[in-house]
């Protein structure tokens, strides 16, 4: 098995990946940061760093048919500037400590990321130019363990931004902000036969449940099942947190 899995393990992480992937084809988000908290609580949750981008990458091209026109470029163009700079920074200090400590500074992250999403933060205009770089550094960051998304999305939805844009930005922004990280991942030894093999056993689970989300399946609206996420991404760090501490 992948990384040394164990079956228990692996039902735990099929269960996850199904669960993210619906939570991500529903609400648009969430989707590496519900199963790398999942994975921390069964093994080093650096393992799933690169297997989440090639399930990520998988999706978002999946999601990006007719996105083009909306794409705000120069957003993207700032923020994978921002991100060239913070994803190598980040990958130094997460590679050079231990299993207990990355899974703390994971779990630690995800849960500030929680409640700033769950502040609904708001500014009185969109945000153009050197911030997004700002915001690009803190995703490369942030994607050092596989979780570059969240403080962008939480940076968008901030801000008073047309829903079309702040889709296919993102939908654009991410598989570009992959692309440039998988070799640092190689580089930085968080890719290996193993993580071909989890993405190969991951990928049609990830896809089904990505899928059924998009179907709307709930009467609940996108925003008010972006809460309900939150608070399951907030428990599964919690219980990250717990098993680091102890």
Not at 194 to 217: C, E, K, M, Q, Y
């Amino acid at each position: 098995m992948p990384f040394d899995l164990g079956p228990l393990a692996l039902i735990w992480l099929a269960v996850a990946c199904l669960v993210a992937g619906f939570v991500r084809g529903y609400s648009g988000f969430g989707f590496s940061a519900l199963l790398i908290a999942a994975s921390s609580l069964v093994t080093n949750p650096l393992n799933f760093v690169a297997v989440v981008v090639v399930l990520e990458t998988v999706m978002s091209l999946q999601a990006a048919k007719g996105a083009g026109p909306d794409v705000d470029w120069r957003r993207v163009g700032w923020l994978l500037g921002g991100a060239a700079i913070g994803l190598p920074l980040g990958l130094w200090i997460l590679t050079g400590v231990s299993e207990d400590t990355a899974r703390a500074v994971i779990s630690g992250y995800v849960l500030l990321m929680c409640v700033v999403l769950l502040a609904g933060w708001r500014l009185a205009a969109e945000v153009k130019g050197v911030p997004n770089g700002v915001a690009g550094v803190i995703s490369g960051l942030a994607n050092a363990p596989g979780m570059g998304g969240l403080p962008v999305a939480a940076f968008f939805a901030a801000q008073p931004m047309p829903a079309a844009v702040f889709r296919a930005t993102l939908i654009a922004y991410f598989p570009l902000l992959d692309l440039y990280s998988a070799p640092l991942y190689w580089l930085a030894g968080l890719v290996s036969w193993d993580t071909l093999w989890a993405s190969a056993i991951a990928l049609p689970v990830t896809l089904l449940g990505n899928w059924l989300g998009g179907r709307h399946f709930f009467g609940t609206d996108p925003q008010d099942f972006r809460r309900i996420a939150i608070g399951l991404l907030a428990g599964l760090a919690v219980l990250g947190l717990g098993k680091a501490l102890v």
